[in-house]
């Protein structure tokens, strides 16, 4: 609907980011939810950790590939623009747009995999497929604010979020290496699963079907891996950020007059004394 509005006005639209948004963010979502990992999701903890650990950091960066927030800006009228504007301006989007919170949330998120809650969720019938609708939505607050409205932040910010990145390497590491380290099942189910999935289909299930020990080590294997992978893009995506900023500052400076130069020194000089 975006597309057209703009195209019936005689603008325009990349055709990439159409196919970025349906083909890589919509695709890859269906493909996370009704793949192998959604199929297997409860039988398997492998599967459940991993479609999770897709749908917050993957699946929202694809689909932002698309730039759909500009896509509302250019498509909405004058008073839908406000209304966007006054949400991408509100404490939530403010709060979440940070690597400071993505950072905090993922590893307390992550932490839940370590505990039997993650086996209530995962043999929940409610829980189940609400996961794939909320987690996306949850990873696009972290990952549209990122793309979408970084001329709110300042250099020093945007340097504070790069620093801080550096860090969420270590802390989305932590789930993962303990999941893969610890011994015991940690989510509580996992006998049951295997006795329950042995009971129905021993004759059935492939040779490479893990006990639940092994699923659970494999599950951390591929969470650390994922949580890794994912923290590069958002490196990059800072170190442009914080170059676009820093040479915007750089290009005010060089705007100024010797006069004001001069007036911004002095002032400068008298807040320091």
Not at 101 to 117: K, M, N, Q, R, V
Not at 166 to 178: R, S, T
Request: hydrophobic residues 55%.
């Amino acid at each position: 609907m975006g597309v057209w509005r703009i195209h019936r006005r005689g603008g325009r639209w990349p055709v990439s980011r159409t196919v970025f948004f349906f083909v890589a963010g919509l695709g890859s979502w269906a493909v996370v939810s009704f793949g192998f990992l959604g199929t297997y999701s409860e039988e398997l903890r492998l599967a459940f950790t991993t479609r999770i650990a897709l749908l917050l950091f993957v699946v929202p960066a694809l689909m932002v590939l698309g730039r759909p927030v500009e896509l509302a800006r250019r498509s909405l009228g004058p008073h839908g623009s406000a209304r966007l504007e006054r949400v991408l301006s509100s404490w939530i989007v403010r709060v979440t747009g940070n690597a400071v919170f993505a950072t905090l949330f993922a590893a307390l998120a992550f932490c839940i995999f370590l505990t039997p809650l993650a086996g209530v969720l995962r043999l929940s019938p409610i829980a189940e497929p609400a996961i794939g609708i909320l987690v996306p939505a949850i990873g696009l607050l972290f990952a549209l604010p990122l793309i979408e409205n970084s001329a709110a932040r300042s250099t020093l910010f945007i340097t504070a979020e790069f620093l801080l990145a550096f860090v969420e390497l270590v802390l989305d590491a932590i789930p993962g290496v303990l999941m893969r380290l610890n011994d015991g099942i940690l989510d509580g189910v996992g006998p049951a699963i295997a006795s329950r999935v042995g009971a129905v289909a021993s004759q059935t299930l492939p040779g490479w079907w893990p006990n639940p020990l092994h699923d659970q080590h494999l599950a951390g294997d591929l969470l650390w891996f994922i949580a890794e992978i994912a923290d590069v893009p958002i490196l990059i995506l800072l170190f442009v950020r914080w170059s676009r900023l820093d040479r915007r500052d750089a290009n005010k400076m060089d705007a100024l007059s010797d006069d004001e130069m001069d007036a911004l020194t002095r002032e400068h000089l008298g807040r320091r004394s």
